[in-house]
C-alpha cells in the first residue's frame, strides 16, 4: 500500500511557467481551495465563487489579500471527487504576465497554500485513483514529445490503453490463482477440479502479449530521447554543409580549408518524423596537429556510440582507402548510410562498394534531401503495435520483462509436470511485476522518483 504523505496540504503552483505570454494560469488543489480562492476571485455576477457552477468559466476580478486588484480574469472550479486530482481545485485564468501570476501565488501562501512540487497535482490524481500510473507518467510523455508519433504514443497511454491490456493481463492470472486457492483452501465445495493444463493456451497468449510490449522498447526509446545520429567523414567532403542543410540554418562553419571542424558539434532536428540527436563530427584523417588529433578521436568515439552513422563521402573525386575505413564503421553500427555529396558540382558516377543504402545529394541545391529523409525514415519503423502501446521508458520495459520471465517459467514448469503451487508461485511473480507497471503495487520511492521529473504545476 502507498503510504500518502501531506495530502491534507492545500498546494498552488504557476501552471503555464514564468515566461510573459498572453495567458497565465495559477493552480490550487486540497481541502481549503474553496475558501482561499473565495477571498482573491469575485465572480462579476456577484455570486460567492462557493456557489458557482463547477467546470465552468467564471468572469470576475482577482485580488490580492489586501483588496488590490491584480486582473480581471477567469476562474473555474473543480469540486471532489470530480476534478483532475480528485481533490476540490480551482484555476486562475491570468494575463500572463509573470507578475501578476507570482502575486495570485504569493497571495494564496499568505492565506495557508503551499507550493507544488514538481509533478505533485498528477501525483495526487494517482494517489486518489483518478488516473493510472502508466498515464500518469504520459502526461509528462505527452509534454516532452517532439515528434507526431511521440504524441500520438503518449496520448494513447494516457488514455489508458496500456492500462487497459495490462488489466485484462492481471485479471486472468488473478483468476488462475484464485481458482487454484479456492479449490486448495475448501476441499469440500462445489468447486470446479483445477487442472492446470486448462490455462496452459491463455498463459502462452499472455506470454505472447507481452513479448510483444517489451519488443517495442528499442523503438519506444529512440522515440522519446531521440536517435543519436552522427555524420562522418573525411575533411572538406561535405559534412557541415549537410548539417547546416538539415538544420536550415548555418550551424556549423564551412570552409575550403580541410579540418574546419575540430569538435563535434550536437543538435537535435525532426527529419522524416523521426527526432534525431545529430552529431558533426571533426573530419577522420590522420594529422600531427594536436588540437585536430583530438577532434578525430572525438568523431570515432561519437561513431562508435550512435544509433545512426551518416558517412559523407566526397561526389566529385573516387573514393580511397580512408572513405572505405569511413563506411565501414558505418556498416558496424546499428543503422548506416553513405552519402555521396557535392551533386551540384560532380560529372562522376562511380558505385560505391557497400551493403548499406546511398544517396547522391547537394547540400547546396537541395537534390536529394527527400531521398535522404524518406531513407532515413525507413530504417527506424514503428513497431507493429497500436499507439499508445509502445513501451517508452525503462521502468516500464524492466516490469515487463520480469512479468515475462515469470510467465516463461511457469510454462515451462507446467510442461515440464511440476506441481501446480510451483506453477501458481511464478504466475504470482507475474502479477507482481505487472502490478508494478500499472501501479497497483508500485512502491512510494518509485512513485517519488516518477513524479519529480514533472515540471511544477503538473
Known sequence: MIKVKNMSDTIAAIATGMSVSAIGIVRVSGDRTLEFASRLFVPASGKDLGECEDRRLIYGRLSDVNGETLDICLCTVSRAPNSYTGEDTAEFQCHGSPVILRAVLDSLFTLGARQALPGEFTKRAFLNGKIELTAAEAVADIIDAETAESVKNAAGQLSGVIDE??????????????????????PDED???FVLEDYLSKMKEIASVLTRLLSSFERGKLMRSGIPAVIAGKPNVGKSSLMNALLGYDRAIVTHIPGTT????????????????????????????????????RSRKAM?????VIAVIDGSTEPDEEDYEIIRNAEKANKGIVIVSKQDISETDFSIDT?????????????GMDELERTIS???????????????????????????????????????????DIVLTETEGAMQAIGELSGRTVREDITDRIFERFCVGK
Open 165 to 186: 491490456r495490462l488489466s485484462g493481463i492481471y485479471s486472468d492470472l488473478a483468476d488462475i490463482s484464485s481458482h487454484y486457492h479456492a479449490v486448495l483452501d475448501y
Open 191 to 193: 468447486i470446479e477440479p
Open 262 to 297: 575540430r569538435d563535434t558539434i550536437e543538435e537535435k532536428l525532426i527529419l522524416g518524423g523521426l527526432c534525431l540527436r545529430l552529431t558533426d563530427t571533426a573530419g577522420i584523417r590522420e594529422t600531427d596537429d594536436a588540437v585536430e588529433s583530438i577532434g578525430v578521436e
Open 304 to 308: 562508435s556510440g550512435a544509433d545512426l
Open 355 to 367: 551493403v548499406l543504402p546511398v544517396v547522391r545529394l547537394s547540400s547546396v541545391t537541395g537534390q
Open 378 to 420: 525507413e530504417m527506424f519503423p514503428l513497431p507493429d503495435v497500436p499507439a499508445g502501446e509502445i513501451l517508452t521508458n525503462s521502468r516500464h520495459a524492466d516490469a515487463a520483462g520480469r512479468a515475462l520471465d515469470y510467465m516463461n517459467a511457469a510454462i515451462e514448469a507446467m510442461t515440464e509436470g511440476r506441481t501446480p
